[in-house]
Nanobody, 124 residues
Framework: QVQLIESGGGLVQAGGSLRLSCAASGRTFSNYAMGWFRQAPGKEREFVAAISWSGNTYFADSVKGRFTTSRDNAKNTVYLQMNTLKPEDTAIYYC??????????????????WGQGTQVTVSS
């Protein structure tokens, strides 16, 4: 059974940084793309970033230049480094993955497995 567990959220002042981690288990991690999504209060969950099995990355326009994502296949972990945080980045952040190998979706409905989420709060 695939499990995804996020960590690293917290409270930070605007302009600060946080690094989220997502530890995966239950299958061969390196064959699958990983995605990051977030959901702010009163809003729908939205795409933030994704990283392919080979390390190619994609970002939402709202976080380009501020967020990066990387993966350590030896540790079965994907990371989301968030810099220059803004109050509008406040949300619950989720990592996600798919059932299909070598497949990199950028839309929420195309992801099959989700973590429990970690809260990120950016104060002004």
């Amino acid at each position: 059974q695939v499990q995804l567990i996020e960590s690293g959220g917290g409270l930070v002042q605007a302009g600060g940084s946080l690094r989220l981690s997502c530890a995966a288990s239950g299958r061969t991690f390196s064959n699958y793309a990983m995605g990051w999504f977030r959901q702010a209060p009163g809003k729908e969950r939205e795409f933030v970033a994704a990283i392919s099995w080979s390390g190619n990355t994609y970002f939402a326009d709202s976080v380009k230049g501020r967020f990066t994502t990387s993966r350590d296949n030896a540790k079965n972990t994907v990371y989301l480094q968030m810099n220059t945080l803004k109050p509008e980045d406040t949300a619950i952040y989720y990592c996600a993955s798919t059932r299909r190998q070598n497949y990199l979706p950028l839309r929420e409905p195309d992801y099959d497995y989700w973590g429990q989420g970690t809260q990120v709060t950016v104060s002004s």
